[in-house]
């Protein structure tokens, strides 16, 4: 396993450094039997995006905005519990901020160049179209008397 000390990359050589980042332990309600009433195995992973040098300033702004609703006071905090381990369950957390960093600092996506429809098609659709109306009229008998 690679350790959790090592630096969380985000996307190309933008990383999180270890120093910014806030542990907080707490004990878990997920499974384990009688080791989950005695251990701290729920992290807690909180990291100041507000403050952080660590990002690009142009990538501070968009994630800041992107994250608007996740944020307290400045600050995204991301949970795992998952794992019996705690050391599992920070890996879980510290790979879970990165993505969701990566994702918040992307790039907006090119705007979608709406295609033409080329004239043949639409000629085409147009004579089927008419087709279709005349069998149908054809079908309707009008003299019914």
């Known amino acids: 396993m690679d350790p ?3 630096p969380h ?3 190309g050589s933008v990383s999180l450094p270890e120093a910014e980042l806030m542990w907080r332990f707490s004990r878990s309600s997920g499974p384990g039997g009688q080791h989950v009433n005695t251990s701290d195995t729920q ?3 909180r990291f100041d995006l507000a403050r952080t040098e660590a990002l690009p300033p142009v990538w501070k702004e968009r994630a800041l905005r992107r994250l608007a609703g996740r944020l307290a ?3 995204v905090t991301v949970r795992a ?3 019996r381990s705690q050391w599992r369950n920070r890996e879980a957390a510290a790979v879970r901020l990165a993505a969701l ?3 918040a600092t992307a790039p907006p996506p090119k705007p ?3 295609t033409r429809i080329p004239r043949g098609i639409n000629e085409r659709r147009l004579r089927e179209k008419k087709r279709r109306a005349e069998t149908k009229r054809d079908r309707s008998g009008r003299d019914w008397s």
């Open 4 to 6: 959790v000390s090592g």
């Open 9 to 11: 990359v985000i996307r």
């Open 43 to 45: 992290v807690e992973l």
């Open 73 to 75: 006071d400045g600050v």
């Open 81 to 83: 519990s998952e794992h």
């Open 101 to 103: 960093l990566a994702e």
């Open 112 to 114: 979608r160049k709406p």
